[in-house]
T-cell receptor
Framework: ETGVTQSPTHLIKTRGQQVTLRCSSQ?????VSWYQQALGQGPQFIFQ???????GRGNFPPRFSGLQFPNYSSELNVNALELDDSALYLC?????????????FGNGTRLTVT | GNSVTQMEGPVTLSEEAFLTINCTYT??????LFWYVQYPGEGLQLLLK?????DKGSNKGFEATYRKETTSFHLEKGSVQVSDSAVYFC???????????????FGSGTQLTVLP
């Protein structure tokens, strides 16, 4: 069983640029969530996709956007990067949207904005 | 809104010592509660969970009991090992302000270091 994989593992961008992060869900999982983890803090919910539709969103501005594809892989796009966007971005997949569905996390993409 | 407050770290223990990491939560509904562990350079792994009051989650010698009356979910282990060194996150799962997605709200994490 293949777990959640994210790419790239590390990325350095300049303020104002745009970035796309990618996530492959665990086999059989139709729900993908994205989290931002700033250094020394717990992850914060960005949004969730269920069967290619955005299913909910945390307190993040519209310049954070996403996609989910028919194979349930996903992308996180961030426009107009700011220094505070520097963080570890975690993707998590689950078999469905329910509360008790376990989230399976990838190892994350470390984004540095200079 | 929902929130999770964790005992501040870092915590340093000797091998075979008893571990407690405190966690309290605030939630409007009836959340499920989780402990996740993050090893260096890795994503989060589910350690244990409890879905209703008085449930006890357990895994790999770790335990936590869902206490609704004290809104707590403290993590305990009777005898820690060097391999338990990691960051531990308490989290709750509930419907967020968006009204549909079941999202996790995390505490700030507790760094545990176990010395041989």
């Amino acid at each position: 069983e293949t777990g959640v994989t994210q790419s790239p593992t590390h990325l350095i961008k300049t303020r104002g640029q745009q970035v796309t992060l990618r996530c492959s869900s665990q086999s059989g999982h139709n729900t993908v969530s994205w989290y931002q983890q700033a250094l020394g803090q717990g992850p914060q919910f960005i949004f969730q996709y269920y069967r290619e539709e955005e299913n909910g969103r945390g307190n993040f501005p519209p310049r954070f956007s996403g996609l989910q594809f028919p194979n349930y892989s996903s992308e996180l796009n961030v426009n107009a990067l700011e220094l505070d966007d520097s963080a570890l971005y975690l993707c998590a997949s689950s078999p469905d949207r329910g509360t008790n569905s376990p989230l399976h996390f990838g190892n994350g993409t470390r984004l540095t904005v200079t | 809104g929902n929130s999770v407050t964790q005992m501040e770290g870092p915590v340093t223990l000797s091998e075979e010592a008893f571990l407690t990491i405190n966690c309290t939560y605030t939630a409007t509904g009836y959340p499920s509660l989780f402990w996740y562990v993050q090893y260096p350079g890795e994503g989060l792994q589910l350690l244990l969970k409890a879905t209703k009051a008085d449930d006890k989650g357990s895994n790999k010698g770790f335990e936590a009991t869902y206490r609704k009356e004290t809104t707590s979910f403290h993590l305990e282990k009777g005898s820690v090992q060097v391999s338990d060194s990691a960051v531990y996150f308490c989290a709750l799962s509930d419907v967020g302000s968006s009204g549909s997605a079941r999202q996790l709200t995390f505490g700030s994490g507790t760094q545990l270091t176990v010395l041989p």
